[in-house]
Each structure stands twice: as structure tokens, then as C-alpha cells.
């Protein structure tokens, strides 16, 4: 397993490498930066890769968990926070702003600005906020 794999130099030469030598070996690969890890990565290891997108939770998976009075209930609450597994199991909206908010600085912003090149983080901000509206 490794898991930020974006932030390894020539990770998919290495990759390669050990696919080639070790035909056996499964390696996992994950990273929080997936086009920063994309363009690092799936040139070297053409036909050697299967890529998993991972989604939030679907209308249907939502109906499935709550049932369809609840999933009603809660549709004006998951238009504002989304349905990012971690949000969901926080039960008041001021832990579930404080944790998103925690995941935009740390894990967002942080590879948006580094990918781009990006040197004001309010104008991407603003820029994220316009779109949301």
C-alpha cells in the first residue's frame, strides 16, 4: 500500500519496476492529488493499472441507509454538506462546517493551490463559493 504517492518522485518508473519484477506483487496506490498522481503515473504503467473512482454516497445509497421518510427528511441538509462519508456520520451541522472546512485546508486548497501554481487562496475561495452558489 502506499498512499501519497503523488508526493514520490518518479513514482511510475518505480511502479513499473516492481510490476515488471515482482508479476505477483499487488500494489495499492492511492493520493489526494488523483491529476497531480495521474500524470505521474499511468503513462509508465500503461496496461498495468486498474483505476477506481470513489464517489460520495448516492440518492439511492442515502434512501437505502435512512429509507425514503428519512432521506426526505435530511435532502436540505445533504444539499449543504454533501454526502462525503465523513460528514455523514457527524450528527450537528457545526461539527460537520468545522470538518469540512478542516478538509478544504488541509487536503483541498493545499493540492488545488500546489497543482495550479495558485498564489491566492481567498480568490479560489471566492471562486469555490460563486460556483457552489
Do not use: C
Amino acid at each position: 500500500m502506499i498512499d501519497e504517492a503523488q508526493r514520490i518522485p518518479d513514482i511510475g518508473i518505480n511502479l513499473k519496476i516492481l510490476h515488471d519484477n515482482f508479476p505477483d506483487l499487488r500494489i495499492l496506490v492511492t493520493g489526494s492529488s488523483s491529476l497531480d498522481l495521474a500524470n505521474r503515473v499511468h503513462e509508465p504503467l500503461t496496461g498495468r493499472t486498474w483505476t477506481f473512482h470513489l464517489h460520495p454516497f448516492s440518492a439511492r445509497e442515502l434512501t437505502a441507509l435512512t429509507g425514503v421518510f428519512e432521506y426526505h427528511n435530511r435532502l436540505a441538509e445533504w444539499l449543504v454538506f454533501g454526502s462525503y462519508p465523513g460528514v455523514l456520520e457527524l450528527e450537528n451541522q457545526e461539527d460537520k462546517a468545522a470538518f469540512l472546512s478542516e478538509l478544504t485546508q488541509t487536503y483541498l486548497y493545499k493540492d488545488v493551490l500546489e497543482l495550479g501554481g495558485i498564489k491566492h487562496s481567498s480568490k479560489l475561495r471566492d471562486l469555490l463559493r460563486l460556483l457552489a452558489f
